[in-house]
């Protein structure tokens, strides 16, 4: 009876966040004028990265790697909204709702260790800074982006794949902005306690691992700066961490209270504003938080809309 019911399903329905034409249609813009924000400040963070050649660092290297997790990330997620606000019928096919499902849940994973690869640069750089370009060499650091590619995308093939086995029966609308992991296991009409604990398994490996990881580090550069005797280099070794804490606190916080809770909390409703935070705002975030706080990067911007306002003067005369 479950196997019959469940071929019926070859598509779903997605509630998305309100049915109100007027408001969807003021959804639309908003969300798609923070999405081209998203692409364009991502892209312009990785082009600058890539011109200046005082930024040819880890550091840099594994932002690069953050920025295009970024704008892959909302891209897996937030097309699909938008189509769905200007749409009557929200349907999204099996196969894609499975695609984005991946694809959101591997970029999310990658994030992470990504986030906890960059605090291990920012501990060696801090703690250990006369063998840092010893220690933090092309080869590790590659070794070490490989890594949060590879671990994110081999949890999300197999949450992916158990998911997708369970029968769904005749249920097809799933109450959220994406096909979202535990929305789509809700779906189920078998028990799901075993994919629950999985989830749980895998969000403590893939999330609390690397967030334990980058407490370390950080209790170590905090230990180490307040040891600095002048306040103009406890403030210098301060700055190089500022950002990376600051997009550290906003991602793994996000996440944590969404897969580390109780069952029963939160609703429905808060777990799309946070999905939907962690899939647009921290995405379009994280390039600004780079850019004001980081005075390498100020530095670089500077030197480029110089070089940018020359040539336009040049040109013009």
């Known amino acids: 009876m479950g196997t019959d019911n469940q071929t019926q399903v070859r598509e779903f329905i997605l509630l998305g966040l309100s049915s109100d034409q007027d408001i969807q249609v ?21 082009l600058l990265i890539r011109l200046d050649s005082r930024l040819h660092t880890p550091m840099y290297f594994f932002l690069t790697n953050l920025s295009l997790v970024d704008v892959s990330y909302a891209t897996s997620i937030v097309p699909q909204m938008l189509v769905h ?13 499975a695609a984005q499902l991946f694809f959101s849940l591997a970029l999310g994973g990658i994030e992470f260790v990504l986030l906890a690869v960059m605090a291990y640069d920012r501990y ?31 949890n ?21 902005i994406s096909c979202e992991l535990l929305a789509v296991v809700r779906l189920a009409c078998v028990d799901t306690s075993s994919n629950e604990v999985a989830i749980m398994v895998s969000s403590i490996v893939l999330l609390m691992t690397p967030f334990c990881l980058v407490l370390l580090s950080y209790i170590r550069i905090i230990s180490t700066i307040l040891k600095i005797q002048s306040t103009e280099g406890r403030k210098k070794a301060f700055h190089t961490c500022a950002s990376h804490l600051t997009v550290v606190a906003l991602c793994y916080g996000m996440a ?6 109780p069952r029963s909390s939160p609703s429905v409703l808060q777990e799309k504003m946070i999905s939907l935070f962690y899939a647009i705002l921290t995405p379009m975030l994280n390039p600004m938080i780079y850019s004001l706080r980081n005075k390498e990067v100020k530095g670089a911007w500077q030197k480029l809309l110089g070089k940018f306002s020359g040539l336009t003067f040049k040109l013009a005369a």
């Open 124 to 154: 060696v750089a801090v703690c250990d800074p006369l063998r840092y370009s010893a220690i933090m060499s092309g080869g590790l650091c590659t070794r070490l982006a490989i890594t949060s590619w590879v671990s994110g995308s081999i």
């Open 85 to 97: 606000f200007l749409a009557k019928q929200k349907v999204i096919p099996l196969l894609s709702c």
């Open 256 to 261: 944590i209270f969404i897969y580390i809770q």
């Open 156 to 176: 999300s093939l197999m949450q992916t794949g158990i998911t997708f086995q369970l029968p769904m029966c005749s249920n097809k609308i799933i109450d959220h």
């Open 26 to 46: 003021t959804l639309f813009v908003l969300f798609l004028v923070m999405y081209l924000v998203t692409v364009l400040g991502n892209f312009l963070i990785v």
